[in-house]
């Protein structure tokens, strides 16, 4: 099936967030040995923030991937930073939030996207598994919403990047489903909090996303391989990356406290 300029990634930008200063979390993408190589959520994110017009603070564990990132938004135009972060440290959370609005001469967005699941039911997820988990899932992004909230100029917006395990049982990763339902309440906190001053939080959800980190899911995962998907394919990286564009700019200004599934209609009609 070909794809629309937008989800291929190829549409040009509008200036939707001009004058933005972004961090984008997890803001790299997963090496692949596939020969199609796709393009991770945190990167497609990054990138299309920058083609959208804002500079952009791109922050993942990899130096390799958040350079990479900083280098493909530097080329659509404005101001890009990488910066290496393990958000499992909470001081780490702290830093990158700090430097990247050193860096970026401000901060009036961000996007937490970093996440990742394992374990084989309850008993195959340890105590250690579990927490580590919610570490990355959770824990790190209430670390950073509270670093960034009172330096944020008013009028700023969090996003949160999650996934449909958090609706629907299915994954098998009971540590990884809890952690994504957890963030529902994680954004409505920090949504009401931001409210006096109009910064806004949402969640935005994608069902299965063909990244590198989607595919390892469709080899671990069965049942993802036998979906039947409403709308004819499965999502791309810059389907969720325009969903949450949308959800940073002024279009979405009266917009806060809110759940944005961007699964096709997969999680309503399987």
Known sequence: MSLSPESAGTAAGHGRLAGRKIIVVGAGSRPSPDPEVTVGNGRAIAVLCAREGAAVACVDISEEAAKHTAELCAAEGGKAVAIVADVREAAACERLVDQSRQELGGLDGVVANVGFGEGKGLEGTTPELWDEIFAVNVRSHFLVARQAMPVMDDGGAFVFIGSAAGLKPGTRLPAYDSSKA?????????????????????????????????????????????????????????????????????????????SLVVDGGVTQFS
Not at 185 to 205: C, D, F, S, W
Not at 207 to 225: I, K, Y
């Open 182 to 258: 957890a963030l529902f309440g994680l954004t409505r906190h920090v949504a009401l909090e931001g409210a006096p001053r109009r910064i806004r939080a949402n969640y935005v959800i994608p069902g299965p996303v063909d990244t590198p980190l989607g595919r390892v899911g469709d080899s671990m995962v069965a049942s993802r391989t036998k979906i039947r998907w409403p709308l004819g394919r499965q999502a791309s990286a810059w389907d969720i990356a325009y969903a949450t564009v949308f959800m940073m700019g002024p279009e979405s200004a009266y917009i806060t406290a809110q």
